[in-house]
Each structure stands twice: as C-alpha cells, then as structure tokens.
C-alpha cells in the first residue's frame, strides 16, 4: 500500500491510501481505523488485518489527488536519524570539503539526529536559510520503524520495518562548512527542513525491488560492502527546474538500513514505531559533490523534484 497523510478543501486532514488516481479515505473506508498516521503505525497490526478482512485495499477512491493536498505522510515522526550510507557520496563530498574519508567509515555506519520537528511535504515551500549562499539539496530514501526494539539484530530487522518513503535532506553548505570545524557533527546546517514524500510505502511492496550485488555489478571504483544482501535495486533521480542533475540506485548503498537499525538500537536503546531513519545521499545526489558545477546554489524560485522508483515524486519549491 501507499499510505498519505492529506488536506481537504476544508482544511481537516486526514490520512488513507492511494488507488488509481485518488485517495481512499482511513475512516470512510471504515470506522474503525484511525485517523493519524502515526497512530495507525502504532498498531499497524491490528488495523492491517481489518484492511485485509474487509477487502478493503481495492475499494474505489473517495477523493481524487486534485481535490485534496497531500501532506507529509508522517507529520510527526518520533525521532529522526540520518546517516551517511552511500560511499559514492562520501568520496565526492569529502573532496569538495577537501578532506579524506575516515575510516572509521568503513568500520560502523554514522549518523547523527535531525530536526523531526521540522517535516515537509510534498509541495511545501522551503525557505532558504537567512544569509545561506550555498543552498542544496540531498536525495535519500528514508525507512519507517514500525515497532519497538532494542539490541536488533541486523538479520531480524525487517520485521521492525513498517514502510518507506523519499526523503529530501535540504542542506545549507555555507553554514555547514564554518560549523563542521568543530567536530560534533551538522547542526543548523541541517535542522531546518525535513522533507518526506509523497507517500509512505509498507514494505511488502518492496519485495519485487530486493536483488544481491557482487564485485561484478558493484561500481568498479567503489569498496566491496561487508554484506551483499539487504537491498533494492531502486532508481533514484534528482531534477531541478526540469534538468537532471542526478541519477543513481540505491544498491550502489554501503551500509543498508538492516545494518543502520542495528547500530541505532545497540546499547539497549529502544527504537519506536515512527522513528525515521534517512539512508543518506545517493552518490551525486547533491550540488556539493559536483562544488555546484553541475547547478548553481539554489535560490527563491527554484522547483526540486526527487523520484525513486516505486515511491513518486517528492517536489518542492525553495523560497
């Protein structure tokens, strides 16, 4: 399924799934499904087995897309990770930053917390940071946690996953730069603006995408990961204004999310149905990687849209 959190006309919202070319409304489908989604995550069980019971997943569309505004299909996430999985990523920015990549990089899969108080959706309007001269986008897909755990094991943490989604880490590189001396890790170059989108994608309908690398079909100029599992094969494309700027896959990934949930809930932290975890930036997902060659900063005006394959596209509007 392709679960949406939406506005009507009237300005309530509400959340359901997409069919065809329209929304199925939760609780016009049946009453006795909530009406938020993380509450729906929460006891997702439950309320997938009434969906199944009821047949629900086929009924016809009780709005179309052009009657409601879809929003972020989880407006209010527990937490928010994101890490740094895409060593493609690694190598292109570490250069443009004019450093190397540690390799400690290699041992353990990093992230740090982001703003999850700060979520945007599809076609939500993103202000530039005051000041900010090197605005920038970064692509990721993003998984959803659909249950609490602590001490995952990376060989069972498919079953704490709920569903994924698209996952546009707008970063201000100029801040960024000057706050990145410290050794601490990003903070407001990062904290602003979450976005995630369209939709959120239960991950049974990843399943057709799942594929295994090898030496052979892994980027030449890349290291081997420590797993060849965990995987999809998932295009991933970048446009701003119309013109491409990237296109990659998300199997070129390093460390995969099975590993992220692994180190996220080691030392008996608990992770909670609603937690995000970004994958990071696909490899020349993002203007830095290219020292803004390949685009200029982005500036008021400018149009993102970001598109994996079998989510949608997530697009928005810098202001």
């Not at 004019?98 to 041992?107: D, F, I, L, R």
């Not at 996953?161 to 730069?177: H, K, M, S």
């Not at 199997?251 to 999310?257: A, E, G, H, P, R």
Request: charge should be negative.
């Amino acid at each position: 399924m392709k679960l949406v959190t939406f506005q009507k006309i009237d300005g309530s919202i509400h959340i359901g799934w997409l069919n065809k070319n329209g929304v199925v409304a939760m609780q016009k489908a049946d009453k006795r499904l909530p009406n938020d989604m993380l509450a729906f995550i929460d006891d997702h069980e439950t309320y997938f087995k009434i969906i199944r019971e009821e047949n629900l997943e086929t009924i016809s569309p009780h709005y179309q897309l052009s009657e409601v505004k879809l929003l972020a299909p989880l407006t209010n996430p527990r937490s928010f990770r994101d890490y740094v999985a895409f060593e493609e990523h690694m190598l292109n920015a570490s250069k443009s930053f004019g450093h190397t990549v540690s390799p400690e990089w290699y041992n353990i899969p990093i992230f740090y917390f982001t703003n999850h108080q700060a979520i945007y959706g599809p076609n939500d309007k993103i202000k530039r940071p005051e000041k900010e001269t090197k605005f920038d986008i970064e692509l990721e897909l993003a998984v959803i946690i659909g249950k609490k755990g602590n001490d995952i094991q990376d060989e069972n943490a498919d079953d704490y996953i709920f569903g994924y989604t698209i996952f546009n880490d707008w970063t201000a590189r100029a801040i960024q730069r000057q706050e990145m001396t410290v050794p601490l890790g990003p903070h407001k170059g990062k904290d602003f603006a979450n976005a995630i989108g369209p939709c959120i994608v239960t991950k049974d309908e990843f399943e057709k995408h799942r594929c295994t690398i090898t030496r052979e079909t892994h980027p030449e100029h890349l290291q081997m990961p420590q797993t060849t599992d965990g995987r999809f094969d998932l295009s991933m494309t970048a446009r701003i204004n119309g013109e491409t700027i990237c296109e990659g896959n998300y199997k070129t990934v390093y460390w995969t999310f099975p590993q992220m949930i692994k180190r996220a809930s080691e030392n008996n932290v608990s992770l909670m149905p609603g937690d995000i975890l970004g994958s990071g930036t696909v490899g020349w997902g993002s203007l830095i990687e290219n020292k803004f060659s390949v685009h200029r900063p982005l500036e008021p005006g400018d149009i993102v849209e970001l598109e994996i394959e079998n989510i949608g596209i997530l697009k928005n509007t810098v202001i």
